[in-house]
């Protein structure tokens, strides 16, 4: 492990240039527009109150450092530019993105909803009729923990990935993959939706690995690679749909359950 700055420049460079193309194309629907100018005439208004400008500050600079520190001391470790096959690097922000965001609901729902910390999360929930900024609007120890764990998930899938490569049979990888899957489909359509919700993360991962072998001999195997890859993807894509529509359904019965009669 040696500290590649140029790898890690690359990578800055990279999260923000995809940021800013994303927000870009986001902001080209007329309806997320639309969304933007509503969002900020709130704000407006809300940051004439004196209670906004030192928590969004103080969450700003926390931002800050913990991606500064991330940025600087731990991603050139890590990172490395060496060739990777695009379906891998979509397969990886849609598997960074569900194990991130399945914990950060396992931690909302039993750590901050829980009896330790509720009385911190409360000034969150301050907000009745919430707008853009109200999601920044939260106490410090929520954004030095959420980040955390954003940058943990990424982290813990480079650990995945290496401990995955090191295993010398792609198809065992494959087969185990496929149980996942099998597992995950049959549980999304039994009462116990959080049962499909931890099996699709093994279920993606097996998926998405394939071995260093295999990225060294890419133009031989170009064509099956490709193709292979092509259908995890879809796989994953399909995946990735089911448990939107899943955590869509849920959200509802959230809200509609939590509407006092
Ligand atoms: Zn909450």
């Given amino acids: 492990m040696n500290y590649d700055w140029q790898a890690g420049a690359a990578l800055f460079a990279s999260v923000v240039v995809l940021t800013m193309l994303g927000r870009w194309l986001a902001f080209r629907i007329p309806a997320v527009q639309r969304m933007r100018e509503w969002n900020r005439q709130e704000d407006e208004q809300r940051l004439t109150k004196p209670k906004y400008h030192p928590i969004l500050k103080q969450n700003r600079i926390i931002g800050m450092v913990l991606y500064g520190a991330f940025f600087l001391f731990v ?12 379906w891998k690097a979509v397969v990886d922000i849609v598997a960074v993105l569900m194990v991130y965001d399945f914990f950060y609901y396992l931690m909302h729902r039993f750590l901050f909803h829980g009896p330790v910390m509720l009385k911190i999360h409360a000034l969150h929930h301050q907000a009745r009729d919430p707008s ?130």
């Fill in 75 to 86: 991603a050139p470790f890590f990172a490395n530019l060496q060739p990777v096959p695009l």
């Fill in 132 to 261: 853009h900024i109200d999601s920044a609007y939260v106490h410090p120890v929520e954004t030095v923990m959420g980040t955390a764990l954003f940058l943990g998930t990424v982290l813990g899938m480079v650990v995945v990935w290496v401990i995955v490569v090191e295993i010398q049979s792609l198809t065992l990888v494959y087969v185990i993959g496929l149980v996942f899957c099998v597992a995950a489909l049959t549980a999304k359509f039994s009462p116990h939706y959080w049962i499909y919700m931890a099996l699709i993360t093994p279920t993606i991962v097996c998926f998405s690995a394939f071995s260093s072998a295999q990225v060294a001999n890419l133009g031989e195997q170009r064509l099956e690679d490709t193709i292979v890859g092509a259908v995890r993807v879809l796989i994953a894509m399909g995946l990735a749909v089911g448990y939107a529509r899943l955590a869509g359904r849920f959200d509802r019965h959230v809200v509609a359950s939590s509407v006092p009669i």
